[in-house]
């Protein structure tokens, strides 16, 4: 499985960007897709995650600005972000997950190259 996501950018505060991950490859074996987020100099961290069956999770910090989304038609996940904020300046990774969906990193076994999503105040 490999997976591309694209969409970041410099937006202000309060602005709204959506993410995308593409999936390739043996997509049929994807149970979930999830987001996570590093800052520079943090650790990175769980944004979102969505199950083959359409069940979806969230951080509690992004809860009710983030609403992730896909379409399996096009391998495709989306990750919908609006009332941006500067501490959500981070590079965004997509990965996904064979057979359980949890807001754990090493519960995803395919990542892909990240893209950089910038919030100036």
């Known amino acids: 499985v490999q997976l591309q996501a694209s969409g970041g950018g410099l937006v202000q505060a309060g602005g709204s960007l959506r993410l995308s991950c593409v999936a390739s490859?043996?997509?049929?074996?994807?149970?979930?897709v999830g987001w996570f987020r590093q800052a520079p100099g943090k650790e990175r961290e769980y944004v979102a995650s969505?199950?083959?069956?359409?069940?979806?999770s969230y951080a509690d910090s992004v809860r009710g600005r983030f609403t992730i989304s896909r379409d399996n038609a096009k391998n495709t996940v989306y990750l919908q972000m609006i009332s941006l904020k500067p501490e959500d300046t981070a590079l965004y990774h997509c990965?996904?997950?064979?057979?359980?969906?949890?807001?754990?990193?090493?519960?995803?076994?395919?990542w892909g190259p990240g893209t950089l999503v910038t919030v100036s105040s």
């Open positions: 969505i199950s083959r069956n359409g069940v979806r």
């Open positions: 490859g043996r997509t049929g074996s994807i149970y979930a």
């Open positions: 990965a996904a997950a064979g057979t359980v969906m949890t807001q754990r990193a090493d519960s995803y076994g395919y």
